[in-house]
């Protein structure tokens, strides 16, 4: 068998590297923000792209969720949309206001609650010509009980959730 002989130096190296990665670690952490405001979109977990990747401007018109294509993508405010053709994509770039989900696409139920969520593409809304998503069927049955007390209960909490 043979048996390995670490000398006092060698020790002493790797005690100095450990305590220098942890006074690091520490800086670091102590230098964050107390407390990282969210995104203004909602995207994934490592990803930038909004909607789930669904095309919002096929609510509207086909009055259902359609995936988008990255074949026919548009980076928006530091976010990437998709949409399902280019006549959707160009209509966005004229007037993405008009299109893009209220909230950021945060769930709107969410929203008049006092925080986000995540949203499902296939959980949405659209009221007096706005887009609203919400987490899923149970909160869309939620949501579906008093749309306009929600919407003014979100719209005077956004973007304040976000902090």
């Given at each position: 068998?043979?048996?390995?002989?670490?000398r006092p130096r060698d020790l002493r190296l790797a005690i100095e590297i450990?305590?220098?990665?942890?006074?690091l670690v520490v800086a670091l952490v102590a230098a964050a923000p107390a407390h990282a405001s969210k995104d203004k979109v909602y995207t994934s977990l490592f990803s930038n792209v909004a909607v789930s990747g669904y095309d919002p401007v096929?609510?509207?018109?086909e009055g259902k969720p359609v995936e988008g294509s990255s074949a026919f993508e548009l980076?928006?405010?530091g976010y990437t949309y998709r949409f399902a053709?280019?006549?959707?994509?160009?209509?966005?770039i004229a007037d993405p206001e008009a299109f893009a989900p209220q909230y950021g696409g945060y769930c709107a139920w969410a929203v008049s609650q006092g925080y986000t969520a995540s949203a499902d593409?296939?959980?949405?809304t659209i009221v007096d010509g706005k887009l609203y998503l919400n987490y899923?069927?149970?909160?869309?049955?939620?949501?579906?009980t008093d749309i306009p007390g929600f919407i003014e209960k979100a719209d005077s909490n956004w973007p304040k959730v976000l902090q």
């Open positions: 068998m043979t048996r390995v002989h670490h450990i305590a220098s990665i942890l006074v096929a609510y509207f018109r980076e928006h405010e053709n280019q006549t959707n994509l160009d209509d966005f593409p296939d959980n949405w899923n069927d149970d909160v869309q049955s939620t949501w579906e």
